[in-house]
């Protein structure tokens, strides 16, 4: 493929969803179209582990299965064996306070490490990778983390559900066998607070949804009946792809049965791509929702999204530094590459 675009100039660019500032630097690349990873996921398909079916009693205990009865599974929901934060209950009664409560001279706050962290398991065959399910199959799966969700939404003290997946060991994934992950916090992350002030400030200045905005046809990759697939205007990382709602929606757990379908035949479409035009790269999806308890005057600018990220380039020195990245290729050239890809389905 021949390259997509003539010498660029390097370039800033903030994002008015993130409210984050990118530099795109091509000089840094070769061409868009010869971005392949060097060094793909390749699960191990002839491997069993606790994950496989019938090896059910290895694992830590389920929440639940689809189907929801008989040995026979489709997608069970666990908790992790490893979790970030305690198993304990979370209740009302969590608390900030000072580490001086504990005799710890720093500053700082502390708050109990209490909340819940799952693993939904996405096949019972260790060989089938999300992007190999049918739609409705991957709807499945989009159906469970709404379950769990709304689940855990119970829970007053829960602030925050990031639901994500790491494809391959570079990306961070631990087990080969396909699988994504929950993690429910007593906290807003930062980064999701600078997405809401981010998508508030643009509001406030258009009185539009930044994320309804995403409409540009040179960013644009693929369409369905309720989403759009777009490299993002300040895209962050090579190849990063969002899915965008096309109606307007502050909370991913209100996605009902059909959209979750059609989310998964459009996720199946992207991932496919990656696979094909960047040799099977590592990558990370984090589903980019609202807090549970968002404010009501906060419902009309937030607006959920799936972004997926193939691991493509080191995070280093700069970006830990700075929080300003630098991405070697233009999401307009992006984009154009992975509309041309040729998926067979």
């Known amino acids: 493929m021949a390259s997509t ?10 994002d008015s969803v993130t409210n984050r500032w990118v530099i795109f630097s091509p000089a840094r690349a070769k061409r ?5 990873s060097k060094s793909p996921a390749n699960p191990n398909p002839n491997h069993e582990c606790p994950f ?8 830590a205990p389920e929440i639940f299965r689809v189907p929801p009865q008989g040995p026979d599974w489709k997608v069970r929901v666990i908790q992790n064996l ?8 979370p209740d009302d009664r969590a608390t900030v306070r000072s580490p001086r409560d504990d005799d ?3 500053p700082g706050r502390v708050l109990d490490g209490v909340g819940f962290h799952d693993v939904v398991i996405e096949s019972p065959v260790h060989s089938i990778q999300l992007c190999d399910l049918s739609p409705s199959e991957i709807g499945e799966v989009v159906r469970a983390y709404r379950r769990r969700i709304l689940q855990i939404a119970s ?22 066998h396909s699988h994504s992950q929950m993690l429910a916090l007593p906290i807003v992350p930062p980064n999701v607070s600078a997405r809401i002030e981010g998508m508030k400030e643009y509001f406030g200045q258009t009185e539009k949804c930044a994320i309804c905005e995403v409409r540009r046809e040179d960013l644009l990759i693929d369409a369905s009946t309720h989403f759009i697939s777009v490299v993002p205007f300040a895209a962050t990382f090579p190849f990063e792809i969002w899915i965008i709602p096309r109606d307007h929606s502050p909370h991913f757990h209100e996605i009902d049965d059909e959209k979750a ?24 999806f984090m589903i980019q929702t609202s807090p549970l308890h968002i404010d009501g005057s906060d419902l009309s600018h937030s607006h959920w999204f799936l972004q ?12 830990t530094g700075s929080g300003c990245y630098i991405n070697p290729v233009f999401p307009e050239d992006a984009a154009k590459v992975l509309r041309e890809v040729n998926v067979p389905m």
């Open 5 to 14: 675009s003539p010498s660029r100039s390097p370039q800033l660019r903030k």
């Open 32 to 36: 868009p179209s010869d971005f392949k």
């Open 52 to 59: 496989c079916i019938g090896h059910e009693h290895e694992c």
């Open 82 to 89: 490893y979790p970030a934060l305690s198993r304990e209950v």
């Open 104 to 106: 710890d001279p720093g």
């Open 155 to 176: 829970y007053e003290s829960i602030k925050y559900v990031q639901v994500f997946k790491n494809h391959g060991a570079s990306a961070g994934a631990s087990m080969s």
């Open 261 to 284: 379908v059609d989310l998964g035949r459009l996720l199946k479409l992207m991932l496919r791509k990656l696979s094909l035009q960047l040799n099977d790269p590592p990558f990370n």
């Open 308 to 319: 997926i990220v193939p691991q493509l380039t080191v995070v280093a020195g700069f970006e």
